[in-house]
């Protein structure tokens, strides 16, 4: 059967059934308001498929996580970031030579324009540095304006996003900007860039050089979520790359989406501040009046445990002990996961915890400052955004997103 009957006032119309690679079953409306007059409400999108993909496949029923095909279980073990960005914007990994050449491109693009560290100067030393990645990206299309090399473009966006990312650090802190260096990979050239100060040696920690590439990996991409979907709405108007990601980095900045990675800390700070007693705040959450929500737990489309969450617990504990450290707000973490887990509001309403609620125990640990942790998950989500835009993009049917309504305000009336 490839059509469904959709019965509705005074007719009935036949809709196709489009089936995916992993037999997701969906029904094609697209014509559905040339032929009735209907349009689909669906707020928040929870049913709407916006596009076909063949990047990432989630089943959040069963907690699977695949970019092109490939468990997130095996890239974490196997893949560099570059390896992973690599797959999702062109489809396959690299071989040796696609690698190096990639690698080598990426590394020959790391420094910004000169002018651009003027913008720097220009904010106020408290400011968010996620306002500034997103100014920097869209200034970068006035750098780079033409637009006819696409693959060039891409490639400046992953080699400056972390030189922009530690140049406001380090204008956060008041510290000299310090360069990209051409002789280190892209985890330990982000790492010396945001701790190397002048004339002093600095030496990039393998742990934490392996937990950043862990991170950035487990963030590359999640198919059609709040900020990739802002993505493809910016790019689809034909926006150029630049002030597509832009917009991406604007859309991850939200508490309910990438921001959520620093309320988890913010939260877990105040339970211990206030005595640890992490029971009130689990009351809390049930408590629809409290406006308290548990953050970093929840999800739109895991309904079971959130792949990336299980890989970050296992790598929080181990990076603490690899570099000697502990942390309290592990163990709070830990506890609330535990009485959540088995606490019926939480079951019923099948909520885990999700990637943020122990990605941030990390960033501590390698000393990223709390206002930094999304900026760190858009490091990691770019390759995704830019593959989700490029896929658009090079869709020959591809057209503008433009959602439709149902008005429900005043009907026409004039003025006296
Ligand atoms: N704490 C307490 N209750 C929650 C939580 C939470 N973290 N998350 C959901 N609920 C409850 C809701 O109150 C609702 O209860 P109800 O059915 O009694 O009204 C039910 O669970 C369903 O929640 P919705 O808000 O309808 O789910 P939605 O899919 O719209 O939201 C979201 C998903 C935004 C992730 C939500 O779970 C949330 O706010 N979580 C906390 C923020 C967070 O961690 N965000 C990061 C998500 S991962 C990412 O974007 C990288």
């Keep these: 059967m490839n059509t469904a009957k959709l019965?509705?006032?005074?007719?009935?119309?036949?809709?196709?059934?489009?089936?995916?690679?992993?037999?997701?079953k969906a029904l094609d409306i697209s014509k559905l308001r040339g032929t009735t007059g209907f349009i689909t409400l669906d707020s928040g999108y929870g049913n709407t498929g916006s596009c076909k993909s063949a990047i990432t496949f989630i089943n959040g029923e069963k907690g699977i996580l695949r970019y092109r095909g490939y468990p997130i279980e095996e890239i974490a073990d196997k893949c560099s970031f570059l390896e992973t960005a690599y797959l999702l914007i062109y489809g396959n990994l690299p071989n040796a030579e696609q690698k190096a050449a990639f690698q080598d491109n990426v590394t020959s693009h790391t420094l910004i324009h000169e002018d651009m560290k003027k913008f720097f100067e220009g904010y106020p030393s408290n400011a968010h540095p996620m306002a500034i990645l997103a100014s920097m990206f869209t200034?970068?299309?006035?750098?780079?304006?033409?637009?006819?090399?696409?693959?060039?473009?891409?490639?400046?966006?992953?080699?400056?996003?972390?030189?922009?990312?530690?140049?406001?650090?380090?204008?956060?802190?008041?510290?000299?900007?310090?360069?990209?260096?051409?002789?280190l990979e892209y985890a330990s050239n982000f790492l010396q860039m945001m701790w190397a100060v002048p004339a002093q040696e600095y030496e990039v920690s393998p742990a934490v050089r392996d937990a950043l590439n862990l991170l950035l990996i487990l963030h590359a991409d999640h198919e059609q979520n709040c900020s990739t979907s802002t993505v493809r709405m910016v790019g689809s108007s034909q926006a150029n790359l630049f002030a597509s990601m832009a917009a991406g980095v604007s859309a991850l900045w939200g508490p309910l989406h990438g921001g959520a990675n620093q309320k988890v800390i913010e939260m877990l700070q105040r339970i211990r501040d206030d005595g640890g007693d992490y029971k009130k705040y689990m009351a809390m959450a049930k408590d629809k009046d409290s406006g308290f929500r548990l953050m970093g737990f929840g999800h739109r489309v895991y309904k079971n445990f959130d792949p990336r969450a299980r890989i970050l617990e296992k790598a929080a504990g181990r990076v603490l002990s690899e570099l000697g450290l502990s942390?309290?707000?592990?163990?709070?973490?830990?506890n609330l996961e535990e009485i959540a887990l088995a606490d019926e509001y939480f079951v019923e309403r099948k909520l885990y915890p999700n990637v943020d609620f122990y990605s941030g125990i990390i960033y501590r640990a390698m000393g990223i400052p709390t206002e930094m942790f999304t900026v760190m998950f858009a490091l990691g989500r770019l390759p995704g955004w830019i593959a989700q835009w490029k896929e658009m993009r090079d869709d020959p049917k591809g057209r503008i997103y433009r959602p439709r309504q149902v008005y429900v305000g005043a009907t026409e009336r004039h003025l006296d």
């Design 139 to 183: 200034s970068l299309s006035t750098f780079y304006p033409n637009n006819q090399d696409t693959d060039l473009d891409i490639v400046r966006l992953i080699a400056k996003a972390p030189t922009i990312a530690a140049f406001s650090y380090k204008k956060s802190v008041g510290q000299p900007f310090v360069y990209p260096r051409n002789d």
């Design 327 to 334: 942390d309290p707000l592990l163990d709070i973490a830990k």
């Design 7 to 24: 019965i509705l006032p005074e007719q009935e119309v036949e809709l196709p059934i489009v089936v995916g690679s992993e037999f997701e």
